[in-house]
């Protein structure tokens, strides 16, 4: 097996994953672009080659089973294993998201891919992960998931979105648990907040870019041995659950 170091980042085809991907290529890695768009997906690993990142493309659409199920063998039959994990793939569900009013089919839309479809991936990948020195899994969160600020006073937790940051919250609950379960392992699992990026997931009205936002996943992926696991962290430190 090669001793490059190897990630997958889902949803890697554009803004913050993109970045993702670019940051961990610039450190020297193998990165496997995940996307379910082919023309998106194959032009970004394209950008990033020409920018000299080792980037290959990862057909991956996290809510079908089947399609993890190939994007896992796809590492197998490439690498033999997987070092690291960046679950980034999400969206925010379709508006409104006010509580009294929401349609259900929302919530649920919203909770299959920020949450199941993360564990669904990190399960088909655990297997590969085990084989790495140094494992790591980063699940792309955000602090409106943060119950904590959420109940804070004037505290800044975006709009009312009854899909959207619940979905965190249950994302940040499942990292925690994933947590516990391996903590006799050597993977490190942590959530990670990447701020207000200006994306397509916000139509571009956030204030940060994002490459910024990529830094906080990059700076976990690449944890020493005795790193933390289990918790919750933005650029500036940890975020409170």
Avoid: H
């Avoid at 998106?40 to 493309?57: I, N, P, Q, S, Y």
């Avoid at 006073?153 to 648990?177: D, H, M």
Wanted: hydrophobic share 45%; charged share 20%; aromatic share 4%.
């Amino acid at each position: 097996m090669s001793e490059q170091t190897i990630a997958l980042v889902t949803g890697a085809n554009k803004g913050i994953g993109y970045e993702i991907a670019a940051g961990l290529g610039a450190l020297g890695w193998r990165v496997g672009v995940g996307a379910r768009d082919e023309e998106r997906r194959e032009g970004a690993v394209a950008k990033l080659r020409a920018a000299g990142v080792d980037a290959f493309g990862v057909p991956l659409d996290v809510t079908e089973d089947a399609s993890v199920t190939a994007a896992a063998g796809l590492f197998e039959d490439r690498a033999g294993r997987l070092d690291v994990l960046i679950n980034n793939a999400g969206g925010t569900g379709s508006a409104p998201q006010m509580p009294t009013s929401v349609d259900v089919a929302t919530v649920r839309a919203a909770v299959e891919t920020n949450v199941l479809g993360v564990i669904r991936v990190t399960n088909a990948m655990l297997p590969l992960l085990r084989r790495s020195a140094s494992p790591r899994i980063v699940n792309m969160s955000s602090s409106v998931g943060s119950l904590t600020l959420q109940t804070t006073p004037g505290a800044e937790t975006g709009p009312i979105a009854v899909a959207y940051a619940p979905s965190k919250t249950f994302l940040n609950a499942v990292t925690v648990q994933y947590a516990k379960e391996l903590r006799d392992t050597n993977i490190l699992i942590n959530a990670a907040c990447p701020g207000f990026c200006a994306t397509d997931l916000n139509g571009f009205r956030g204030v940060r870019t994002p490459e910024q936002g990529a830094a906080i996943a990059i700076r976990l992926a690449t944890l020493p041995d005795d790193g933390p696991t289990g918790s919750f962290f933005d650029e500036a430190g940890e975020v409170p659950w």
